[in-house]
């Protein structure tokens, strides 16, 4: 299996976690803007250990794949994980945090960020 079929099948994983996860992460994101914490909620999907966000959904508390940790655009500048050069095009291409989730898909030696609606078919 190369590592583009890889990828597809952790996004077909992931997307049934997100299912589930979905009404909690939306729930999440909207108390990170009205508490005035982030305009741009992210959250770090992951199977292994990271240091990045703070975790909000463990994988062992839901029998699911992926663990969810909130982390926000201000996190990943300090982490210089979004260089100041890229911080507009990532504004611009950032969407409605009211219907979409960002996120930002970790495995071993690979990050992309995705956007996926609250309301998954």
């Known amino acids: 299996m190369d590592r583009e079929e890889i990828i597809r099948k952790l996004l077909e994983i992931l997307k049934d976690d997100l299912k589930f996860y979905s009404p909690m992460i939306k729930e999440v994101a909207a108390d990170m803007i009205k508490e005035g914490f982030t305009e741009y909620p992210i959250f770090v999907a992951h199977q292994h250990e990271v240091k990045l ?5 463990l994988r062992e508390d839901y029998a699911r794949e992926f663990t969810i940790h909130a982390s926000t655009l ?17 504004k611009n291409n950032y969407k409605n945090a009211k219907e979409f989730m ?9 990050a992309r960020f ?7 078919k």
């Open 102 to 110: 960002c996120i930002l898909l970790l495995t071993p030696g690979d």
């Open 74 to 90: 201000e996190e990943l500048k300090e982490k210089q994980l979004v260089l100041p050069e890229r911080e507009q095009d990532f």
């Open 114 to 120: 995705v956007y996926v609606p609250y309301k998954i």
């Open 53 to 57: 966000g703070e975790p909000i959904l």
